[in-house]
């Protein structure tokens, strides 16, 4: 039984008690927004990873992905990086690999994280028929089924699957007749590939069915892919990609029915006055699925920087209500990440997801108390309530003050410690502080 079956049926399960005590949320909360819909817990019957349920009311998770490539094949590094990102503060894991041996690295990098692992089954489908066939649209649809139910056997908690790439989504991009971006998701352009080169109907769609009892057997989360996401600030919502989520928005409820724990995705790229829109659609055309969205960036020239760029989006997504966001790093549109990207993505969208979290859920409590801590010079209680502690407290060592009290920034002039001083004690005891 899945998680969204038992709660339909009133049983509360261990994963939904971790749960409630992971949100500090009580119980009948949590099985409730799971029966409808609103809540996942990516896991898998086969292998029992970290409890990080994604959905309204709770805190907004961040997803680090890691993966070889086809020119920087290092598995090694690829547990590493996988690692890093655990302990940087991830709180669930993308394994995209699509260089090497796909099933032994899929392994390896389960094995080496208590996070739940996503992954997208496209590229692994695609790939061996590459080496099966010579040709990526040769892809039969039983080696794309067997390649999702092999990845599910192997422990994957949630994955991406462009079941809403449809032929009446191409159909809107041609009529469209334009891309600023092109198309940016590697399983969504292989997918609209095949469908033209076949004349074919998606059979992710069209056998919808049999995906979600493969996803069934394991209670692992359908997340529905978007593999129209604007790349480019200038396709923000256009009509593709708003036909893509229409459908797929249509396939959350659809599998929820079916008893499958579904999730949708979103950008991608979009301008910051965009993303109230891009949630507020998802939500309401789903009934309130969440939502994992990647970034988005809100400009398109911030190569180098693209995390700020993403974690900016974010932030403003998180707000309004995106449940999951995906990292981005500073190697984004350039190069694989390595293990610095990793740890700095992580910790860049670790920032947006509590920024939105602090208007979506009200969590400021954290905040209020450092800005007690830095009124009062308590370093020892700055370095405790940061979300980086260690490494503020490693900058602040690294130039000491001579007046222990204070910080290099100001030094002798430190506003805090002299011209405050005569307000200190009636600030710290004036009112409710
Ligand atoms: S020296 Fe300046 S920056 Fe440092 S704690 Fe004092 S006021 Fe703040």
């Given at each position: ?105 899929r ?12 992954s ?8 061996e ?8 649209n040769?892809?039969?649809?039983e ?19 462009h ?44 056998r ?5 009892e ?5 209670d ?18 256009d ?5 893509e989520?229409?459908?797929n ?58 995390h ?25 549109h350039?190069a ?13 969208a ?9 208007v ?33 407290a ?9 007046q ?6 100001c030094?002798?002039f ?20």
């Amino acid at each position: 039984m899945t998680q969204i079956e038992a709660a339909k049926t009133g049983k509360i399960t261990d994963e939904m008690r971790a749960a409630a005590a992971s949100e500090d949320r009580p119980i009948e909360y949590i099985r409730e927004m799971i029966e409808r819909g609103r809540v996942v817990i990516p896991n898998n019957t086969g292998r029992k990873a970290r409890i990080v349920p994604i959905g309204q009311g709770l805190r907004t998770k961040v997803n680090a992905s890691i993966g070889t490539s086809s020119d920087i094949i290092d598995v090694a590094e690829e547990v590493e990086k996988a690692r890093a990102a655990e302990a940087a503060g991830a709180d669930t894991l993308m394994e995209l690999s699509v260089g090497g041996d796909l099933d032994a690295i899929r392994k390896e990098v389960i094995a080496a994280v208590d996070l739940p692992v996503g992954s997208v089954p496209l590229y692994q489908a695609f790939k061996e028929a590459i080496e099966r066939y010579h040709d990526p649209n040769k892809l039969t649809e039983e080696l794309l089924f067997d390649v999702i139910e092999r990845q599910c056997a192997d422990g994957i908690a949630f994955m991406a699957v462009h079941c809403g790439l449809t032929r009446l989504t191409v159909e809107r991009l041609h009529k469209q007749g334009y891309r600023y971006g092109g198309l940016v998701s590697r399983g969504g352009s292989y997918m609209v590939g095949w469908m033209l080169a076949n004349n074919k109907e998606n059979p992710l769609y069209e056998r919808f069915d049999r995906v979600v009892e493969i996803f069934k057997r394991y209670d692992c989360v359908l997340s529905l892919g978007n593999g129209l996401r604007a790349g480019a600030t200038h396709d923000s919502l256009d009509r593709a990609q708003v036909q893509e989520l229409v459908i797929n928005c249509e396939l959350a409820n659809i599998g929820q029915d079916m008893g499958c724990q579904m999730m949708c995705e979103g950008p991608g790229h979009l301008p910051l006055d965009d993303i109230e829109a891009n949630v507020r659609l998802q939500k309401r055309m789903s009934d309130n699925a969440p939502f994992y969205v990647l970034g988005p960036l809100v400009t398109d020239i911030a190569a180098g920087y693209d995390h700020i760029s993403a974690a900016i989006g974010a932030a403003e997504a998180a707000r309004h209500g995106a449940d999951l966001i995906c990292y981005v790093t500073p190697a984004e549109h350039l190069a694989l990440p390595n293990r610095a990207d990793v740890v700095e993505g992580v910790r860049a969208a670790r920032i947006a997801a509590h920024s939105g979290d602090m208007v979506k859920l009200g969590a400021n409590a954290r905040d209020r108390d450092m800005s007690k801590a830095r009124r009062d010079l308590r370093w020892d209680d700055q370095a405790r309530l940061g979300l980086f502690g260690e490494r503020a407290a490693e900058i602040r060592a690294s130039r000491a003050p001579e007046q222990p009290d204070t910080c290099t920034m100001c030094g002798s002039f430190c506003a805090l410690d002299n011209v405050g001083v005569h307000f200190k004690e009636s600030l710290k005891t004036g009112g409710k502080l």
